[in-house]
Structure formats: structure tokens, C-alpha cells
């Protein structure tokens, strides 16, 4: 019995002609609308009609720290990375060699945060008291202590930057407000805003400086930063400070938002849970379309608590956390996890190459 192979061309040439026929002379643009929608969706074979990107998560290094919670991404190639131990490490080929250094008198300070310039410059926050702020011009050969500050209760949270010359840096609050310096000369020195101008904290409000990623900055030195612990809020400021609340999980020291993330002044997310509860999913992320005026939930969320999130691009985000790391293709709308969890995730400012740090250091993969 001789087997007969079906040309879907042909099955295509026949449909459309016998579509003609029946539409007579009123061939109306609705018509042609859907035999080229028919034709262009049979053309594709079933694999390419339903394509997902596969994303994998590739330990290069293993850092000498116990934990590192401090990265910073310049270019595809050029990475920082802090944590414990006073370490800070550098890469300047993508993540193949390492240079680890210990800031001179600081082999206590956990370094939480970090912001680096380029190559040969970048600075570093540790989490505690006193707080330290230390410069390195050569990238890491040397290290210049120019921020100290020993006030009780003193502890920031997170660093960042504008531009190479104006930064800011933020910590938990001192009589009921958050504490926020600044410079303006690129580091080298730094000042404190005004008490009168602080954003003032509720009660058993704080940051948290699980990741140094709960800070943002924009042009226009427009600043985001988020908060948990008894309330969850978004602070935004322009000139003045504005509060938003983030419905999030919270109500307790372990709750809140521990990481953000913009697009644009109106585009971003909020994550974090309950970092003792890290496999609950409910109330663990937040998007926004109005600059954290309103907040809506995903679909479908994260898996578990999350401290660190990032924009790949427009659509493609990236959460990652003790319970797992997971990506959203569609806006933060759905996520599906993708691997094991990191304390801190940070794309490329200059490049597209997307890193992940715990105590190992991760680059996510796609094919």
C-alpha cells in the first residue's frame, strides 16, 4: 500500500481559493485579515508556535566570604561583589579570574552594599555600627575611610548613585526618622539632609539590608526606597518625601519589601515576604504602573520570599531569594522558577549579562 504524504502548501492554496469562491465578489478586508492570520499560523511548525526561553543559573566562582550580599554590575565583564569578612572582590573578564581584597582595619564589617564607578573605582557600606563608608580609587589596591559615624542605633541599608558624582545613602531610623546623607563629589566626601527635610518612620518601621537593592534612583534625582517591618511602604522623592503603602506581606521585624525595582518613574515591583516563612508566596511581590501610588498583585507569583529583583529588559524580570530564583517573562505578571536562590541579583548597567551572589557567585544562562 503505497503511503500519500499531504503538501500543507497545497491544503493552504486550496483553503484560500475555496475562501474566495464562497466570499464571491464581497471580499471584505475582514476576510483577508483572517486567511493571512490562517495561512501565517499553519505555516509555523507546532514547536515555533509556542517558543519558551530556557534559563539556566552557572556557578563561575566561589568567594571567600561566608555570605555576600553586595553587587554591583558595571559592564558585562567588569563585576563587584562584597560581603563578610571585610572582602570585596573584582572581576574584570566576565567572572572567569577574581581579585579578593580585604579593606585594611575592616575585617569585621559585613559590607551589604556597594556601588562601583568602573574598573579601578568603587564604594562600599557596611551594615552596623559604626557606619563606614571606604573609596577605592585603584580598584581595591588601596582604601580610603571617608564616611564614619558612631551615633547609637546608627545602621544603613543601601547605597547609591546618580551620576559619577551625586549619591546617596540611606539607613534606619534615628528618632523616628530615616537617616540619609549624600555627596557630591563622587564619594570622596559626604553630608547629612537637614533633620527637618527627613522622611519621618511609624512605629517598628526599617529598611532591610538583605541585599543592597532597596534603594533606587532615577533621573532627575528622583529617589525610591522601600521599608517592612510593622508597615511596608514605598518612599519617593523629588524635592520633597511622599509615602506609599506596598501591600505586601507584613507586620512583624521579618516582613515587608526587601528589594525594588524600576523601569521608568512609572514602571516597577516590590519583593520580599517573610524571610522566617520563605516558602509562602502570598503577598511576597507587588507591581506598579504609577510610581507606587497603586499596586496590584501578579497572577501568579514568585515561590517564597524574595530579596533581590531586577529588570533584564521591558518584559523579562528576575527574583531570587532563599526559596529559588524565578523569572517573569510578561511583565512580572507570571513567574516560574528557574533555579536554586541567591541573596542578590543585578543586571549589567552597561551591558545585558545578568549576575546572582550568595556565597557563590552565578551568572544566569538562557538558550
Not at 283 to 288: A, E, I, K, Q, W
Request: proline share 4%; aromatic share 10%.
Amino acid at each position: 500500500m503505497n503511503s500519500v504524504r499531504t503538501n500543507p502548501g497545497l491544503i493552504a492554496l486550496d483553503t484560500l481559493q475555496w475562501l474566495f469562491i464562497a466570499g464571491g465578489r464581497r471580499r471584505t478586508a475582514g476576510l483577508l485579515a483572517m486567511i493571512c492570520f490562517y495561512l501565517g499560523y499553519t505555516a509555523l511548525p507546532a514547536t515555533a508556535q509556542k517558543k519558551e526561553t530556557a534559563y539556566q543559573i552557572n556557578v563561575i566562582t566561589s568567594a571567600p566570604a561566608k555570605s555576600i550580599r553586595g553587587l554591583s554590575v558595571v559592564t558585562d565583564d567588569i563585576i563587584w561583589a562584597s560581603g563578610t569578612e571585610g572582602q570585596v572582590g573584582k572581576s574584570t573578564d566576565g567572572g572567569a579570574h577574581w581579585q579578593w581584597t580585604v579593606v585594611p582595619g575592616c575585617d569585621s564589617c559585613d559590607w551589604r552594599s556597594l556601588y562601583a564607578f568602573d574598573a579601578r573605582k568603587a564604594i562600599v557600606l557596611n551594615a552596623g555600627a559604626p557606619a563606614l563608608i571606604f573609596l577605592t580609587e585603584d580598584g581595591g589596591t588601596s582604601w580610603k575611610q571617608v564616611y564614619y559615624d558612631n551615633r547609637p542605633g546608627i545602621f544603613f541599608d543601601v547605597i547609591q548613585f546618580f551620576n559619577d558624582q551625586e549619591g546617596i545613602a540611606i539607613g534606619d531610623p534615628l528618632d523616628n526618622k530615616f537617616t540619609v546623607i549624600r555627596t557630591h563629589n563622587g564619594g570622596r566626601s559626604w553630608e547629612r539632609d537637614a533633620t527637618a527635610t527627613l522622611p519621618a518612620a511609624a512605629a517598628g518601621e526599617a529598611i532591610f539590608a538583605a541585599s543592597g537593592t532597596s534603594l533606587v534612583t532615577l533621573p532627575g534625582k528622583k529617589v525610591y526606597f522601600a521599608t517592612g517591618g510593622n508597615v511596608a511602604r514605598l518612599f519617593v522623592s523629588g524635592s520633597n518625601w511622599q509615602a506609599y503603602t506596598i501591600p505586601v506581606v507584613q507586620g512583624s521585624s521579618t516582613t515587608g519589601a526587601f528589594s525594588i525595582a524600576f523601569r521608568d518613574a512609572a514602571t516597577g515591583i516590590a519583593v520580599g515576604g517573610d524571610y522566617k516563612v520563605d516558602t509562602a508566596r502570598k503577598g511576597n511581590c507587588m507591581l506598579t504602573s504609577n510610581g507606587g501610588r497603586n499596586w496590584y498583585a501578579p497572577v501568579t507569583p514568585p515561590g517564597g520570599y524574595k530579596s533581590g529583583v531586577a529588570y533584564i529588559s521591558p518584559k523579562i524580570l528576575i527574583a531570587t531569594g532563599t526559596s529559588g530564583t524565578d523569572i517573569s517573562e510578561d511583565g512580572g505578571k507570571n513567574w516560574k522558577k528557574v533555579g536554586d536562590g541567591f541573596n542578590v541579583v543585578a543586571r549589567a548597567r552597561k551591558g545585558t549579562k545578568v549576575y546572582l551572589a550568595r556565597k557563590d557567585i552565578a551568572v544566569l544562562g538562557n538558550h
